[in-house]
């Protein structure tokens, strides 16, 4: 069983709470152990909107943290449904204490060991998990913890269809992305704009409680409360990663550019996945888990 640290922009899209969705669903099922959630935007109600869903699904006491370290995506576009999610928590909930997210990654990593770690939103949280240096919680730095308890990554970030087409994720903050592409010590799989551009779920969220905040947010988000799966994918694969509805390409070197497109370089610890059947297949299976 797959352990998983999660970090999240939830707030910039609703398809990250697809994926939250699908998450909970499949350590239900018994195939993940979720460590925790972190949510890489300093915008208050992205987090406390990942403490709302992971309620909903159970698991109130997961960990939450939050990027800290300066100002970023704290914007109302940010805010169009978080703000609403966040209010309904709060009319029953004390404000919550949200850890700083590299604090509480080097908290949960220094505890476990063969972590995977995902990614599906910018690259910040886990750039600074990398720089982290020795502190209270533990000797090592944020690299020597990546070696010795992390097994992977998997991150929603570039497009590997057209190389001169900056991906969201990649193009919000470059310099993070290209950081973490040129020093995570360990094979990073990459889930490109590409995969999830054609295959729009959400459909089985309109059969779900009217209190399900997932449902809520998808319909607060998308007129017709579907939406594209770049992040339902990403976990999809990250927990099931020996699935037959998308395939690893050849090990190679994956780095970002100045203007934030992908580039491949020869020989390398890192992959990118590419589709293995129809969008209608996969459509279909992730449906199955993000009620
Ligand atoms: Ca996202």
């Known amino acids: 069983m797959k352990k ?45 909107t990942v403490k709302a869903i992971n309620e909903y699904y159970g698991r109130a006491d997961l960990p939450v943290g939050q990027y800290s370290e300066k100002p970023f995506l704290d914007n109302e576009i940010c805010k169009r449904f978080t703000k609403h999610i966040m209010e309904n928590y709060l009319e029953n909930h004390k404000m919550p204490k949200i850890e700083n997210a590299t604090k509480l990654m ?62 969201y994720n990649v193009k919000m903050d470059i310099e993070s992305a290209k950081y973490v592409s040129e ?21 089985s969220l309109k059969t779900a409680s009217e209190n399900n905040p997932v449902k809520k947010i998808y319909s607060l988000r998308q007129a017709d409360r579907l939406r594209e799966s770049w992040d339902p994918i990403t976990l999809y694969c990250a927990i099931r990663d020996s699935n037959t509805l998308f395939k690893k ?8 550019n100045d203007n934030g497109c992908v580039v491949i370089n020869g020989r390398g610890k890192d992959c990118y996945l590419i589709a293995n059947t129809t969008d209608e297949e996969v459509r279909e299976e992730l449906e199955k888990y993000m009620v």
Not at 132 to 154: A, R
């Open 4 to 48: 998983i640290i999660l970090d999240t922009d939830l707030g910039s899209d609703c398809d990250d709470a697809g994926a939250i969705a699908l998450m909970h669903r499949l350590a239900e099922l018994g195939e993940t152990e979720i460590l925790a959630v972190t949510h890489c935007t300093s915008e208050i109600g992205g987090a406390i």
């Open 106 to 167: 080097r908290k949960v990593l220094a505890q476990n060991s063969d972590v995977t770690l995902i990614a599906i939103g910018f690259l910040n949280n886990y750039a600074e998990l990398l720089r982290s240096q020795p502190d209270e919680i533990s000797p090592l730095t944020g690299i020597e913890l990546i070696k010795k308890h992390v097994k992977e990554l998997y991150a929603m970030g570039g497009n590997f269809i057209d190389l001169t087409n900056a991906e």
């Open 183 to 203: 020093n995570f010590p360990l094979p990073i799989t990459y889930i490109g704009y590409e995969l999830g551009e054609t295959i729009r779920t959400g459909e």
């Open 249 to 256: 390409s050849e090990k190679c070197k994956i780095t970002f």
